[in-house]
């Protein structure tokens, strides 16, 4: 039997209703929690549903937002002034049963006044209401749990094995989430990369663009020149001699994860012939040895 009973307008606070719920459930069980959205199976007589809870709740916890007045039906009429209307049967019912009820203000909504509220429910402004902040969530709603274990006893074992493994895939999702976001995103390709012969590719970057030159580390001159596009760390280029037609090249290369290296192929492209190509962020030392 349901112990604690939410009662929330979806229109008002169906998300905060569900997040009190998934934090209430870790200490009491979710067998304990009733919320209409998630414990009526389809088919089911909505009204009797809720009678049945009501009987065997301890805690009713009315979430009231900043809307939680003034929702109309169809018709424009306030739903509240409807004598039909399902949270006002709820909050009727738990009066009528003198079950525990505490106001829960969410979203920065106020205790409503007694010329708010129809008559049978003028009494709901006597009970003490509790607020929840978003800024202080946790330590909100851990204080309305210690005052719920006076009524209801927590779970033996509310960490339920179902409970964990949602939300250690749902860490999952959210790491692997970022990690794609971060793979997709440019990588910084501009600077100097050094070829174990000292000569270097002298990168400008703008965006997803990039222009190459080839610099002869002995002459100081550009001897090939060149544009690429990234694609998250990858770079692929294409290099035309800067003094003739001969030698094209197109590459392909991706940056490590440190950032400190390039490393691909480079392809002659009237050859096809494929070489490695490992670019460095840092000349090599070049030997001082004379033969």
């Not at 429910?121 to 719920?148: F, H, N």
């Amino acid at each position: 039997m349901n112990k604690i009973f939410i009662s929330y307008r979806r229109d008002d606070s169906a998300g905060y209703s569900g997040r009190l719920a998934d934090r209430l459930a870790l200490s009491f069980g979710d067998q304990q929690i009733f919320r209409d959205f998630e414990d009526i199976d389809p088919g089911q007589n909505f009204a009797e549903s809720i009678q049945t809870s009501l009987s065997g709740a301890d805690v009713f916890l009315v979430v009231i937002g900043p809307h939680w007045l003034q929702v109309t039906d169809r018709n424009g009429l306030r739903r509240l002034d409807n004598a039909e209307d399902f949270v006002r049967l709820e909050i009727e019912t738990a009066l009528q049963r003198d079950i525990q009820i505490i106001p829960i203000l969410v979203n920065g909504a106020k205790m409503p006044r007694t010329s708010d509220l129809p008559a049978s429910l003028s009494t709901l402004i006597y009970r003490q209401a509790v607020e929840l902040s978003d800024s202080r969530w946790e330590q909100d709603v851990g204080k309305l749990i210690a005052y719920i274990k006076n009524y209801v006893k927590p779970a033996k074992n509310s960490w339920n094995v179902r409970r964990i493994a949602v939300y250690i895939v749902t860490a999952l999702l959210a790491l692997t989430g970022t990690a794609v976001w971060l793979s997709r995103q440019p990588a910084d390709f501009s600077g100097q990369w050094y070829f174990d012969s000292g000569d270097y590719l002298l990168i400008t970057q703008q965006d997803k663009q990039v222009k190459i030159e080839r610099i002869d580390v002995t002459l100081q001159n550009v001897f090939e020149r060149g544009e690429g596009q990234v694609d998250g760390r990858r770079l692929t280029f294409n290099l035309e001699p800067v003094y003739s037609d001969r030698f094209k090249h197109r590459g392909i290369v991706k940056k490590s994860w440190n950032g400190q290296a390039l490393a691909g192929e480079l392809i002659e492209v009237f050859s096809d012939k494929h070489e490695a190509l490992v670019l460095e962020k840092q000349p090599r030392p070049q030997s001082n040895n004379q033969p």
